[in-house]
């Protein structure tokens, strides 16, 4: 029976391939030469091929070491491309050998982390008569938008695996405040809607509201209630009052004037409804503020969460709401 005979060859042949390995710090030393001589991508390959015969041999932590010093090293000489496969590449080992989400290995995705660089994006203004200048501002915006792809790619498997070993079910913390912070100093083009999303799981009101603060000198006048509105409509969505209202809290401490508009006092009445058992009043409330809630279909959205969470009313159709799933939030 091939199958039988397989059966007795595979422990062997793992076995021999265990034995046969040499010293991992032996790789890590040959290999940062390579990435020093010049040869970043020769060494990425060398990097996934060598981890992959220690993984094949379950040899995990060795696997780990070589791809966390290959993602390190090619970080470190500017290689975003290169380092970011890498620390992919650690990630997706972190699974394969069902790691737990520990101070461990959450160190070294700290410090992949604080290795991808930051660099500030030119105005958009240019001269639009200047080849150079165009040329030149196309290129940092799209070399900008790779980095962010890249560190996007890599937290968001970080804090999948996180979710599943051990982590919070969506996600470490703290993780989900680095992807905002990054996306937020580095992305040329604001998703607000995206990096509040990380924010309300980065256990961090304070933090968010300093940077909702800062967003709203820079969004289009008339815009900053909606994202306050979002804001609070998250946490609320996910049953979490008390950084909500610490969020409110923050933002009017640190505003120096903040719009009274209508959607600010909707979401003040709201917050003060949701302490008490009152879905009539809660009903009242969408009804009379109805214009200004509808000025962002999202808005709505959470709403009808916040209505199933708190009052148990279910939402017309379940399937569409928006942060019941990691995946989709990552």
Not at 88 to 115: G, H, Q, Y
Request: overall charge negative.
């Amino acid at each position: 029976d091939p199958k039988a005979e397989n059966s007795k060859i595979d422990p062997m042949s793992r076995e021999r391939s265990r034995r046969e390995l040499p010293p991992v710090q032996e790789h890590i030393d040959k290999l940062k030469k390579v990435v020093e001589e010049g040869n970043g991508y020769g060494a990425l390959q060398m990097y996934k091929s060598i981890s992959a015969r220690y993984v094949t041999a379950q040899r995990f932590s060795e696997a780990l070491d070589i791809l966390f010093s290959g993602a390190c090293v090619e970080l470190e000489h500017g290689l975003v491309n290169c380092g970011a496969d890498l620390a992919i590449l650690f990630v997706d080992t972190l699974v394969k050998a069902k790691s737990p989400c520990n101070d461990e290995s959450l160190d070294r995705i700290r410090c992949m982390f604080k290795l991808f660089p930051r660099v500030p994006v030119p105005p958009h203004l240019v001269d639009v008569s200047d080849d150079e200048d165009v040329h030149n501002l196309q290129e940092s915006l799209g070399e900008a938008r790779s980095r962010v792809d890249n560190l996007t790619s890599f937290l968001r498997a970080a804090i999948r695996w996180s979710a599943e070993f051990g982590g919070p079910s969506t996600g470490y913390p703290e993780l989900h405040a680095m992807l905002a912070d990054y996306l937020y100093t580095e992305c040329p083009e604001l998703d607000m809607v995206r990096i509040s999303r990380h924010f309300v799981r980065a256990e961090d009101p304070e933090k968010f509201a300093t940077m909702l603060i800062n967003f709203m000198g820079r969004c289009y006048p008339g815009e900053d209630d909606l994202a306050i509105a979002r804001a609070v409509l998250m946490y609320l969505s996910m049953g979490n009052m008390k950084d909500a209202n610490i969020l409110m809290d923050e933002i009017k401490k640190q505003a120096e004037t903040l719009s009274e508009s209508d959607l600010i006092q909707f979401i003040t009445y709201l917050l003060e409804t949701l302490q008490r058992d009152a879905l009539p009043l809660f009903s009242m409330l969408r009804a009379k503020f109805k214009s200004c809630i509808d000025r962002e279909p999202l808005l709505n959205e959470l709403l009808d969460e916040i209505a199933e969470r708190f009052y148990g009313v279910q939402r017309k159709n379940p399937l569409q709401g928006m942060f019941g799933d990691i995946f989709k939030v990552t």
